[in-house]
């Protein structure tokens, strides 16, 4: 059973920092793409970045370039983000998902398993 946890959410002021990670067990990802998406309050669940099997590639929304990165350390079977700078507009609940359809998806409907999510929540 394949399952995926997040952690490493919490409060925080505007402008500072918060790395989530995700720690996958119940499958080797090592060939897997993973992603980051977030869902904030009467919103639809947004794409925030992905990368793929091996690090090489990495996508990001428009909003997030610059102050978010993604990676992932496959022999620890965890993908992690680092938030820097961090504004009000980033509060969301944050979801780690792998998919097993190749690097490139950015709608949720093409990730195949999810974590129950880290909530994020940055003061003005």
């Known amino acids: 059973q394949v399952q995926l946890l997040e952690s490493g959410g919490g409060l925080v002021q505007a402008g500072g920092s918060l790395r989530l990670s995700c720690s996958v067990s119940g499958r080797t990802f090592s060939r897997d793409a993973m992603a980051w998406f977030r869902q904030a309050p009467g919103k639809e669940r947004e794409f925030v970045s992905s990368?793929?099997?091996?690090?090489?590639?990495?996508h990001y929304i428009d909003s997030v370039k610059g102050r978010f990165t993604i990676s992932r350390d496959s022999a620890k079977n965890e993908v992690y983000l680092q938030m820097n700078s961090l504004k009000p507009d980033d509060t969301a609940v944050y979801y780690c998902?792998?998919?097993?359809?190749?690097?490139?998806?950015?709608?949720?409907?093409?990730?195949?398993?999810w974590g129950q999510g880290t909530q994020v929540t940055v003061s003005s």
């Open positions: 998902a792998l998919t097993i359809a190749g690097w490139g998806r950015t709608t949720p409907e093409e990730y195949d398993y």
């Open positions: 990368i793929n099997w091996n690090g090489s590639g990495t």
